[in-house]
């Protein structure tokens, strides 16, 4: 409701209990009348909210509050969109959502944890899980990833070489400015349709790098420091760079003359890093703007911060 109130209907919350109807997956179509019945300075404000996090909970409210942010003349905590059954408490989005999850999370951690307290199960319920390294103390991690597609002569033969794998490990570590091991990659071919010719259409086979940067901070404060330091060196790579510094960890990691012919096609650098603290929430993430690779690739932080992002784009183009 918070965010429902700060975001959406600009009011007071008075924590009143609302119903509200909406179209599943945020999949609806809107006039130019209607994206504009809200200022572009709206939709800038909602999309900075939904960009703190890579999976927001606050996207659970923004799908289902696209009617509302469309139609500020009839706003359904106001009055209801059309009439509505009668459904249990068990099926809406009351206060006791929270306690109910969490009791959940604490009744199966004992599967896999004989002395979970408090903060492991925040960690699990805020998401931080999913994170490698628990920090203690004063410590934070940063995390963050993207993507690469990389043009070898033998595409399977590379994803299978544990040599190469090392060698895309260690290139992305040293251009990033990192340790190579807070770098993980997960290499895979993918085919991709080429320019047709005679009438067909050629698959080519590529190889696209998923990689993870994740490494610990002494403090807060160097986590932020850190944070703008990585995403300026991502947003910077150099994809010839890249490849070079790729051939030549491939060399060291077999000891033996390179076999492979190495061109990255596009690397993706991410918009933002997530910081977990101690607590095990995600205290803080650092945003700029859409980073670009060399090929012009960018990416947004979730299907919703896409919806919203688009709705500035129309909002601003349309007018």
């Known amino acids: 409701l918070e965010f ?37 300075a709206y939709y800038a404000r909602l999309l900075a909210a939904l960009s703190k996090q890579m999976s927001p909970q606050e996207g659970y409210w923004m799908e289902a509050s696209w009617y509302d942010v469309l139609h500020p003349e009839s706003m359904q905590y106001k009055t209801d969109l059309c009439a509505l059954p009668q459904v249990r408490d068990i099926m809406t989005l009351g206060p006791y959502a929270f306690d109910s999850i969490r009791q959940q999370l604490i009744k199966s951690a004992g599967a896999d944890c004989t002395d979970c307290d408090d903060i492991d199960v925040d960690r699990r319920l805020y998401g931080a899980g999913d ?12 995390k963050t990833g993207g993507s690469a597609i990389i043009i070898v002569d033998e595409p399977t033969k590379f994803v299978e070489d544990a040599n190469a794998t090392v060698g895309v490990q260690k290139g992305i570590s040293k251009k990033a400015g990192v340790s190579d091991n807070a770098v993980m990659v997960t290499m895979s071919v993918i085919n991709v349709t080429s320019r047709r010719l005679l009438g067909r259409q050629l698959a080519v086979q590529k190889v696209k790098v998923d990689y993870i940067i994740e490494y610990m901070v002494s403090s807060k404060e160097g986590g932020k420091t850190e944070s703008d330091k990585l995403l ?13 510094e790729i051939l030549t960890q491939i060399e060291i990691a077999s000891g033996t003359p390179n076999k492979y012919t190495v061109t990255v096609e ?19 993430v650092t945003v700029t703007d859409v980073a670009r ?10 299907d919703i911060s896409m919806a919203t992002f688009l709705m500035v784009f129309l909002a601003q183009f349309l007018a």
């Open 4 to 40: 429902y109130h700060k975001y959406i209907s600009l009011d007071k919350n008075e924590g009143k209990p609302m119903t509200m109807s909406f179209s599943q997956g945020a999949r609806f179509a809107a006039s130019r009348a209607r994206i504009q019945a809200r200022p572009r």
């Open 131 to 142: 994170f490698k390294i628990q920090p203690t103390g004063d410590e934070v991690v940063l």
């Open 232 to 244: 300026a060196a991502l947003k910077a790579m150099d994809s010839s760079a890249l490849a070079a």
């Open 266 to 284: 596009s690397f993706t650098a991410p918009t933002a890093i997530s910081v977990l603290n101690a607590q095990g929430k995600v205290e803080e």
């Open 293 to 302: 690779g060399t090929a012009g690739g960018s990416i947004l932080k979730s």
